[in-house]
């Protein structure tokens, strides 16, 4: 979670109270073998947290898997979310006219795969997420690289991965979207090939509430790339009355 927003976290602590928060399988939280289906166990770690800390309702912001997680929330745990910022939400979209897997979930599922990582394959898939290339910088592919080759790490990872492949049907998220009431904004890389936009437009149809900010010259990591602009959407749209 510190890698993926660490650069948003001065603009949006300013008029919130922040919580990063690393997933099961992931960062410095417990790396458990997952037997059931791991959106839904992660919805629950996170409503377990919240318990934990006496929070009743929250905003829910997530990137990717972390979107996921936050569309599982609010359909399993409705009263306990407020309103979700999503960037490319994992399983949430049905891409209409984009090849199934996508260049970045290819690069994504192979990364572990024989001969296993190395730094080489982490650069390219970090170029896969992101339009930019001058933010691929050797800082960035050494920390994520670092984060994903520890060995908790990698094995929480391959958990996670391979009980979403193995349970397909159960991560496709999409399916019940039209069943989120939360008032939601969709944001989207107009580049990303990770998640390809097309998907967006089938989210933005199912979900009752939500509305859809593309990011031009972006790619799946909107909050990233787009910082100041991201921050702004997102603290306007989760302050409004």
Same mark, same amino acid.
């Given at each position: 979670?510190?890698?993926?927003?660490?650069?948003?976290?001065?603009?949006?602590?300013?008029?919130?109270?922040?919580?990063?928060?690393?997933?099961?399988?992931?960062?410095?939280?417990?790396?458990?073998?997952? !037997?059931?289906?791991?959106?839904?166990?992660?919805?629950?770690?996170? $409503?377990?947290?919240?318990?934990?800390?006496?929070?009743?309702?929250?905003?829910?912001?997530?990137?990717?898997?972390?979107?996921? !997680?936050?569309?599982?929330? +609010?359909?399993?745990?409705?009263? $306990?979310?407020?309103?979700?910022?999503?960037?490319?939400?994992?399983?949430?979209?049905?891409?209409?006219?984009?090849?199934?897997?996508?260049?970045?979930?290819?690069?994504?599922?192979?990364?572990?795969?024989?001969?296993?990582?190395?730094?080489?394959?982490?650069?390219?898939?970090?170029?896969?997420?992101?339009?930019?290339?001058?933010?691929?910088?050797?800082?960035?592919?050494?920390?994520?690289?670092?984060?994903?080759?520890?060995?908790? +790490?990698?094995?929480?990872?391959?958990?996670?991965?391979?009980?979403?492949?193995?349970?397909?049907?159960?991560?496709?998220?999409?399916?019940?979207?039209?069943?989120?009431?939360? $008032?939601?904004?969709?944001?989207?890389?107009?580049?990303?090939?990770?998640?390809?936009?097309?998907?967006?437009?089938? +989210?933005?149809?199912?979900?009752?509430? +939500?509305?859809?900010?593309?990011?031009?010259?972006?790619?799946?990591?909107?909050?990233?790339?787009?910082?100041?602009e991201f921050n702004w959407l997102a603290v306007n749209f989760l302050s409004q009355p």
């Amino acid at each position: 979670s510190w890698s993926n927003f660490k650069q948003n976290l001065p603009g949006l602590s300013e008029h919130f109270r922040v919580l990063l928060v690393d997933q099961p399988g992931y960062g410095g939280s417990d790396k458990p073998e997952v !037997t059931e289906p791991f959106w839904t166990y992660s919805a629950r770690a996170i $409503r377990n947290m919240l318990d934990e800390l006496g929070i009743e309702k929250a905003h829910l912001v997530g990137n990717s898997l972390g979107g996921g !997680t936050a569309l599982k929330f +609010a359909y399993d745990h409705p009263d $306990r979310a407020d309103r979700l910022v999503l960037m490319g939400p994992g399983g949430g979209a049905l891409s209409l006219f984009s090849p199934e897997p996508s260049e970045g979930m290819k690069l994504l599922m192979g990364f572990y795969g024989p001969p296993g990582p190395s730094r080489e394959k982490m650069e390219a898939f970090i170029r896969i997420m992101l339009f930019d290339q001058s933010l691929v910088t050797d800082e960035l592919v050494d920390e994520r690289y670092r984060a994903a080759t520890e060995p908790e +790490a990698m094995q929480g990872a391959m958990n996670v991965l391979g009980g979403i492949a193995s349970r397909a049907e159960e991560a496709e998220l999409w399916r019940f979207l039209d069943k989120i009431p939360h $008032r939601t904004l969709l944001t989207w890389g107009r580049d990303d090939r990770v998640l390809p936009l097309d998907g967006a437009f089938f +989210a933005l149809k199912r979900m009752p509430d +939500a509305r859809l900010h593309i990011f031009p010259r972006c790619g799946h990591w909107a909050q990233l790339e787009h910082v100041d602009e991201f921050n702004w959407l997102a603290v306007n749209f989760l302050s409004q009355p």
